[in-house]
């Protein structure tokens, strides 16, 4: 695949593991059959005793992957800042619990360990000497619905050009970049719910024009659709408001290529998220071919991980086929530019 190497973060793979569909041996096994380079584990998900894990398990999961010829390429952590009641972590507390996950991060073979936002760029900063003596790239992770532009992510784009080190930087989750709800959106709701035609052509507008929203709405309404299928728009298809307690907005038109190629040089990790491939191999909602062709032009040498998470919208389709395709489409893509 040219300069890019592959990674798949288990993570894609955390609703049957956590069912007991699959064991975390079969999990290494599946990545590795897919064409994965190298492996993200996402730590309090499958890191047996996180934060603490035995020298018992660390030895297992480092044959696992000698066995299978994988890579510990990115160890996921968070910052559990409510885990006492009543207060949130103080810096001391954010600090020692990131450098606890960087020595076993270390200790199990990762040269990447990607935090998210809760660790500020001030504390980023000052876990810099910690990183460079354990040989660790600690980087944060740029997740919608966040984007280049919000202005923690200019901060931590002001530290990594201050201090210029290779054990700085970020990881840019493709959810940052999406447009449009995914294209399985309403696979949930049996025929007889919803105008599905109508919706799809609805989510389609809304993804590729800048139609307001009242007027996609009368449009519903012109073409046949009722009041679910109105309601279904507000909720399933058009932006989670500001005020919202969580979840990714769905950008409509204006993802961040400029900022996607600013933050890049600061990159060697990124997350390939998606919700779904069709058998084309065509992603819709996320313009792969631009960013890709953004990618190869910048000299990108780094991992890209295929993060499958459309299980959330249609759990019936399947989730190893997808990730299979999801490489397929990124070595086309790459080949193409």
Request: glycine letters at 8%.
């Amino acid at each position: 695949m040219g300069n890019i190497k592959h990674s798949i973060t288990l993570f894609g793979f955390g609703h049957k593991y956590i069912q007991g569909i699959y064991t975390f041996e079969e999990v290494i096994q599946k990545a590795k059959k897919m064409g994965g380079d190298g492996i993200e584990i996402v730590s309090p998900q499958m890191v047996h005793g996180h934060p603490n894990p035995s020298d018992e398990w660390i030895e297992y999961f480092k044959g696992l992957c000698a066995d299978n010829g994988l890579v510990p390429v990115c160890y996921s952590v968070y910052i559990d800042s409510g885990k006492h009641k009543g207060r949130f972590l103080n810096e001391t507390e954010r600090m020692t619990c990131t450098i606890n996950e960087m020595e076993y991060a270390k200790r199990m073979g990762f040269s990447i360990v990607r935090s998210q936002d809760a660790l500020l760029p001030s504390t980023m900063e000052k876990l810099l000497p910690y990183a460079e003596e354990l040989g660790i790239h600690l980087a944060i992770e740029l997740h919608g619905p966040w984007s280049p532009s919000t202005p923690i992510f200019q901060e931590y784009a002001e530290l990594f050009e201050r201090k210029n080190s290779e054990y700085l930087g970020i990881v840019m989750d493709f959810s940052a970049f999406s447009s449009g709800a995914p294209a399985t959106v309403l696979n949930a709701f049996p025929d007889d719910v919803c105008h599905k035609d109508i919706l799809n052509e609805i989510n389609h507008l809304y993804a590729t024009t800048e139609i307001p929203e009242d007027e996609l709405i009368s449009m519903i309404k012109e073409k046949g659709g009722d009041e679910i299928d109105i309601m279904i728009a507000k909720k399933r298809i058009f932006s989670i408001g500001p005020d919202a307690k969580f979840g990714t907005p769905y950008y409509r038109t204006h993802p961040d290529y400029d900022g996607f190629r600013r933050l890049l040089k600061w990159s060697k990790y990124m997350h390939g998220k998606f919700w779904y491939i069709d058998e084309n191999l065509n992603c819709p909602g996320i313009d792969y071919p631009g960013f890709v062709k953004i990618m190869k032009e910048e000299g990108y040498a780094g991992y890209i991980a295929s993060e499958y998470e459309g299980e959330a919208f249609d759990a019936s389709i399947d989730d190893e086929e997808q990730i299979a395709r999801h490489i397929r489409m990124l070595e086309k893509l790459w080949a193409e530019v």
